[in-house]
């Protein structure tokens, strides 16, 4: 019985792969297992709230609600005479309620924007450190003898517990230094 698939990398610690597997299929074949829980594949981040009708409704509120306390506000303290009115209060009050109206409601969206321009921005670095993560997961190989997880061309093997460190590096382990630790080619027979 033959596979042709790739021949699986040699565990750095014991140089066998007879007890080597690709952690994706073993991810894929034993979803349950303790095992696999533990070397599930990175979670991607969640992406950041789109600012929609809450926040429109919510600015909304905040700003009727200044507008009205700065039409009372202007009706206590003014002393002009309520020579010209507007739905019952002075027109210099209703001027006021309108112009603060507008600055609240501009300020609360302006905030809600700013908020959302840097939570998008962490989006946009916890996005790519899944990314690299992930595509380090697919070469990841776990090795049954020794219990732990490497890549290909890792020169040590790395433990199950610091999985996550190892995917999320910000450089890969580096390979032998020497060239001389090449991959063999298969010297079999035919
Ligand atoms: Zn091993």
Known sequence: MTADVTPLPVCPQCSQNDRVRRVSDLVRDEPESPLAQKLAAPRSPQ???????ATSFFATMVSISAAIFAIGLTELTSTAPRTSLLFGVRDTSVFTGI?????????VHAMF???QARASRYFRRAFTAWHRASERWQQLHYC????G?????QTSLTPLDQVLMLLYARRPPQPAASPANA??????GG
């Open 183 to 188: 991959p063999q080619s298969g010297a079999d």
């Open 113 to 115: 924007v700013w908020r």
């Open 149 to 153: 997880v490497f890549l290909p061309g």
């Open 47 to 53: 992406p950041a709230a789109v600012i929609g009708c």
């Open 144 to 147: 049954a003898r020794c219990d």
């Open 99 to 107: 112009i603060t109206f507008l600055f609240v409601f501009v300020g």
